[in-house]
């Protein structure tokens, strides 16, 4: 099956810095998605990416769906501490697979110090 | 609108016995998935469906699950003779249909076996 690779596994920041992630996969994806999870609740979707290449931002947050379409990033600008939380990056779309079936990273746990 | 609910949010059963698991999608999204997340882990696919019917259940770990979804709504996840590695939180997720759109996820329900 595809499998992504998400890094760093964790991250520990001051509030004010900048965070940047980043998944990587052996197969092509569709469609990349960023979703972040609090503690005892689903996914919430931040961004959703559709084209290659293509740069979109919603608010501190700037995500990119590489070039190659076997990778995508996600920027967090001036970190705050309603930031924590764990960012699943998620691909779509994969040859061969259920359209819209989802494959996830394991997830960066951000903790964000005031 | 009210987004994707399930229940029970919480469940917790003995080794052997088998639980149901429910979700309620959005209100006319067609497309209707359950994930499985284990501890530290990322979101495992389990099974697809589009309206009633399921075109992917490649993601059920065993014949012990099993899932229905009927009048292009409601879904309920079955495991029957739970064991102690079902333990896990069980999301569910909709999607105005089974094409490259935004997934959104309910609060999940967490399974502990004991």
């Known amino acids: 099956g595809q499998q992504l690779n998400q890094s760093p596994q964790s991250m520990f920041i001051q509030e004010g810095e900048d965070v940047s992630m980043n998944c990587t996969s052996s197969s092509i994806f569709n469609t990349w998605l960023w979703y972040k999870q609090d503690p005892g609740e689903g996914p919430v979707l931040l961004i959703a990416?559709?084209?290659?290449?293509e740069l979109t931002s919603n608010g501190r947050l700037t995500a990119q769906f590489g070039i190659t379409r076997k990778d995508s990033f996600l920027n967090i600008s001036a970190s705050i501490p309603s930031d924590v939380g764990i960012y699943f990056c998620a691909g779509q779309g994969a040859r061969g697979s259920t359209l819209g079936r989802l494959y996830f990273g394991r997830g960066t746990q951000l903790t964000v110090w005031p | 609108g009210a987004g994707v609910s399930q229940s029970p949010s919480n469940k917790v059963t003995e080794k052997g016995k088998d639980v149901e698991l429910r979700c309620d999608p959005i209100s006319g999204h067609t497309a209707l998935y359950w994930y499985r997340q284990s501890l530290g882990q990322g979101l495992e696919f389990l099974i697809y469906f589009q309206g009633n019917s399921a075109p992917d259940k490649s993601g059920l770990p065993s014949d012990r699950f099993s899932a229905e979804r009927t009048g292009g709504s409601v879904s309920t996840l079955t495991i029957q003779r739970t064991q102690q590695e079902d333990s896990a939180v069980y999301l569910c997720a909709s999607s105005r249909d089974g094409g490259y759109n935004e997934q959104f996820f309910g609060p999940g329900t967490r399974l502990t076996v004991l």
């Open positions: 990416l559709y084209k290659a290449g």
